[in-house]
């Protein structure tokens, strides 16, 4: 993003989003022209315990960011997710589908997207699922931790998604942010809600088998052999959130009105790998 214009990147430590007011504080400073906000309480079982700091940060932070987007005539950047879905659908779902969350943070992120749209500002809502990447916390790093550990891996074959990487958002988000710079679009026809993932669909089953053969390939040495990844039912792994069944998303909204194509998710999978072990070389 930072060849789109000056840029000012805020982290945790500089940037608290339970400090409202010192939120407010910066974008009042900075008067920014877009506001990019990827921050997000995304411990989705600890949201369970956790209601008012998950509602804090996914919700009363996300209306602060729309009213003030709104007073500077800023576009506001939002990244949403597929739980704000029940997953009960049999095919991938649409920006207008109806949302029904199963868990409370899946129900903070709504909030968050509703405060959005109440506020009138300029914006576009990213949801996207599955989310990975060689930074932070995800389920990516963690399978390739865990074979490092156990000779045996069970993993939820029942789930279905599409694995997107963090860098193929950022990038489309860059390229979104780009046409709208190039005054090729109006503000008023492509503010709203866009669903942003990889092409194609796996369980969490088939994202791990893949990750562990790709990886190996690469270089990796794992206790886990491709062959000892159990499929196991969602049923048999009991977490204090529910999560969607179904975390298909339909792009062809975001694919058709900015003009692009969206990769399969083995191609980001692969490139995802790479990076990793030639970091680690």
């Given at each position: 993003m930072a060849t789109l214009g000056k840029l000012k990147a805020c982290d945790r430590s500089t940037l608290d989003f339970i400090d409202l007011d010192g939120l407010r504080k910066l974008i009042r400073d900075y008067k920014p022209d877009v506001i990019v906000n990827a921050a997000a309480y995304t411990d989705v079982d600890k949201a369970e315990s956790d209601e008012?700091?998950?509602?804090?940060?996914?919700?009363?932070?996300?209306?602060?960011?729309?009213?003030?987007?709104?007073?500077?005539?800023?576009?506001?950047?939002?990244y949403s997710t597929d739980y704000v879905f029940d997953g009960e659908k049999m095919s991938p779902y649409t920006e207008e589908d109806k949302t029904n969350p199963l868990s409370v943070y899946g129900k903070t992120k709504l909030q968050g997207e509703e405060a959005i749209k109440k506020s009138k500002c300029k914006y576009l809502i990213f949801r996207t699922s599955w989310l990975y990447g060689t930074h932070g916390k995800n389920f990516f790093k963690t399978i390739i931790k865990l074979a490092k550990e156990r000779d045996e891996l069970r993993v939820v074959s029942n789930q279905i998604g599409a694995p997107t990487s963090a860098e193929l958002v950022a990038d489309v988000t860059s390229l979104c942010l780009y046409r709208i710079a190039q005054n090729s679009l109006s503000s008023k026809e492509i503010s709203g809600i866009y669903h942003l993932t990889s092409t194609g669909k796996a369980s969490w089953y088939d994202f791990a088998k893949y990750v562990i053969i790709e990886a190996k390939k690469s270089g990796g040495v794992f206790?886990?052999?491709?062959?000892?990844?159990?499929?196991?039912?969602?049923?048999?792994?009991?977490?204090?959130?529910?999560?969607?069944?179904?975390?298909?998303?339909?792009?062809?909204?975001?694919?058709?009105?900015?003009?692009?194509?969206?990769?399969?998710?083995?191609?980001?999978?692969?490139?995802?790998?790479?990076?990793?072990?030639?970091?680690?070389?």
């Open positions: 008012e700091n998950a509602f804090q940060v996914n919700s009363r932070a996300v209306d602060l960011l729309a009213q003030e987007a709104k007073v500077l005539d800023a576009w506001l950047v939002h206790l886990t052999n491709p062959e000892n990844i159990i499929a196991i039912n969602a049923s048999e792994y009991v977490l204090p959130a529910k999560r969607p069944a179904n975390s298909l998303l339909d792009t062809q909204k975001l694919c058709k009105t900015f003009n692009l194509q969206l990769p399969v998710w083995q191609i980001h999978a692969d490139r995802v790998i790479k990076e990793l072990y030639l970091r680690e070389a």
